[in-house]
Nanobody, 121 residues
């Protein structure tokens, strides 16, 4: 059983930054990837970024490139999402998930509970 616990969400002004963390426990396949998705009110859950545990290769949704950075600390089994130049439209619940590398949330094996990010204008 894998458990994922997100933290770091909160209220920030537009242009500000936040760093989300996702602490993972349990065992999962070494070729898995950690993902961040987000879901804004009334919208579908969208892919944000992903990182492979083994290689550290990173992948981003086009709209996130240049503002968001995903990273990992293998020793701590923790993945981070550094978010800069935040915009009100980044307001959403951010979820971490583990599974085969994929931008669709349908293929994830485990999910965290999510952490709310609110960006005020």
């Amino acid at each position: 059983q894998v458990q994922l616990v997100e933290s770091g969400g909160g209220l920030v002004q537009a242009g500000g930054s936040l760093r989300l963390s996702c602490a993972a426990s349990g065992r999962f396949f070494s070729n898995s990837a950690m993902h961040w998705f987000r879901q804004a009110p009334g919208k579908e859950r969208d892919f944000v970024a992903a990182i492979r545990w083994s290689s550290g290769n990173t992948y981003y949704a086009d709209s996130m490139k240049g503002r968001f950075t995903i990273s990992r600390d293998n020793a701590k089994n923790t993945v981070y999402l550094q978010m800069n130049s935040l915009k009100p439209e980044d307001t959403a619940v951010y979820y971490c998930a583990v599974g085969p590398l994929n931008s669709s949330d349908r293929f994830m094996d485990y999910w965290g509970e999510g952490t709310l990010v609110t960006v005020s204008s």
